[in-house]
């Protein structure tokens, strides 16, 4: 297995844009963090994501640079306050699959599938960013790597 959780790109601010989509610095960012996933030869079956626009946009930039016939696909329970132990109950951790999600849920997900505790910190995410947790034969979580983009 390899899961891929992915903080959608910055977003611009809800008062200049209600639907707070990506802003050029978001679409950079994601773009080359996209490419580096290329370059590493990241694969996924799919990319999955919360269907708000900044991580819906997120998905797609990434399909584009990984594999344009890329599944993409809306998936319920990703929003930031959504309860990670529902969402992985539906989850094949035997697949290779891209999370694009939100803060705090993304953290909460990592900790759950890691430690059974969703409160438990391991990992601060950051816009962009690619987190891949993978598991064992026993099909116990750890996190196998982490690209964060380069952030003043």
Not at 75 to 87: A, C, H, T, V
């Amino acid at each position: 297995m390899a899961l891929y959780l992915v903080q959608h790109g910055k977003a611009t601010p809800k008062d200049q844009d209600p639907l707070k989509q990506l802003s050029k610095e978001g679409i950079e960012t994601t773009e080359m963090m996209a490419e580096l996933a290329k370059v590493k030869n990241i694969q996924v079956s799919e990319i999955i994501h919360s269907g708000k626009k900044r991580a819906m946009q997120t998905a797609e930039i990434f399909s584009k640079y990984l594999n344009s016939d890329l599944k993409i696909s809306e998936r319920k329970g990703l929003d930031p306050k959504d309860d990670p132990e529902i969402f992985s109950k539906d989850l094949n951790i035997n697949s290779d699959i891209m999370i694009v999600g939100h803060l705090p849920f993304l953290e909460k997900l990592a900790a759950y599938l890691i430690t059974g505790n969703s409160e438990n910190k391991l990992v601060k995410f950051q816009n962009s960013c690619i987190i891949n947790i993978d598991s064992d034969e026993n099909n116990d979580c750890y996190i196998k790597w982490t690209l964060m983009p380069f952030v003043n």
